[in-house]
């Protein structure tokens, strides 16, 4: 299986989600969110194809890191090679971080109609949900460029059958305790 990147991996990443992380840039996006922190990513017939076999033994070769980031680009135009990736993180004791233009709630509606959305959603530990809102953009918002975007805790959201966000990645002051790591959501 394929998977079509818009650049290398990026190990040691300490902005795209908790610790240390070796995040995926997945090419391709139907969204044209102006203020896009990533336009290039956007085409679908640009960036390069990759084996997935091949991004896997990459991620195992990179030490110290706490997980993995699906960035784009949108994951889940890609959802059976992000599912691919995110089930051998876990493996190896990776978790899972997601960034989505789409809500949680509209992932949701589309398992209905392909449960490849539903088990990729299933092996991500927290996902970045919704589209970048220029107007909305703030600087004071810890891994997530604009307010209407949630950090969910999956996992409990899908127990709870409901979102459940996690709490200290959604203060707005950029006060101490606005970094202290959220405990008990990973795997
Ligand atoms: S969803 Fe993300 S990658 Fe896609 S256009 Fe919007 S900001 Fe860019």
Redesign the pocket.
């Given at each position: 299986m394929k998977i079509r990147l818009a650049s290398n991996l990026q190990c040691d990443s300490i902005v795209d989600g908790e610790g240390m992380r070796t995040v995926v840039w997945t090419q391709g996006?139907p969204?044209?969110?102006p203020g896009?922190?990533?336009?290039e990513?956007?085409a679908f017939n640009e960036g390069f194809l990759v084996d997935v076999d091949d991004v896997k033994k990459e991620i195992s070769s990179y030490k110290n890191q706490d997980g993995i980031t699906l960035s784009?680009?949108?994951p889940f135009s890609q959802p059976e090679a992000c599912y691919e990736l995110a089930t051998y993180a876990k493996s190896i004791g990776l978790n899972v971080w997601c960034?989505t233009?789409y809500t949680y709630e509209t992932i949701l509606a589309m398992a209905y109609e392909n449960d490849i959305y539903m088990k990729l959603l299933q092996n991500v530990d927290v996902l970045i949900d919704g589209?970048?809102i220029m107007n909305l953009k703030s600087f004071n918002l810890k891994f997530r460029g604009s307010s209407n975007q949630r950090i969910i805790d999956v996992k409990e959201s899908l127990t709870e059958n409901k979102v459940i966000l996690v709490p200290s990645y959604h203060q707005v002051d950029m006060g101490s305790d606005l970094y202290q790591k959220a405990e008990g959501i990973f795997v």
């Open positions: 996006c969204r044209k969110c896009c922190h990533n336009p990513t956007q784009g680009g949108e960034y233009g589209s970048f």
